[in-house]
């Protein structure tokens, strides 16, 4: 098991920057792909970004590619992203997940921090 909690979210202007946190607890974190998910009101969950048990590559939504990075600390189990150039779009509810060396699909999921950008 892997337990993940997430930090960060609040209310932003446009334009301004956010660092969400996610840290895990559990087993091995440096063992799991990390992904974070939004949630927008009144629409599905969508992957936002996601990088690999050793940090080494990552991958994003074309709509929030060269605005956000995700980056890990294994030293710390602590998964960011650093949002920038926020727009209203990006307000949602932000998930930190957890997916093992190898599985296609997330297994475990925090409970969400709210990030919410007013224009």
């Known amino acids: 098991q892997v337990q993940l909690v997430e930090s960060g979210g609040r209310l932003m202007q446009a334009g301004g920057s956010l660092r969400l946190s996610c840290a895990a607890s559990?087993?091995?974190?440096?063992?799991?792909?990390m992904g974070w998910f939004r949630q927008a009101p009144g629409k599905e969950r969508e992957l936002v970004a996601a990088?690999?048990?050793?940090?080494?590559?990552?991958a994003y939504a074309d709509s929030v590619k060269g605005r956000f990075t995700i980056s890990r600390d294994n030293a710390k189990n602590t998964v960011y992203l650093q949002m920038n150039s926020l727009k209203p779009e990006d307000t949602g509810v932000y998930y930190c997940?957890?997916?093992?060396?190898?599985?296609?699909?997330?297994?475990?999921w925090g409970q969400g921090t709210q990030v919410a950008v007013s224009s």
């Open positions: 997940a957890a997916r093992g060396i190898g599985h296609s699909d997330f297994e475990y």
């Open positions: 559990g087993r091995t974190f440096s063992s799991y792909g």
């Open positions: 990088i690999s048990w050793s940090g080494g590559s990552s």
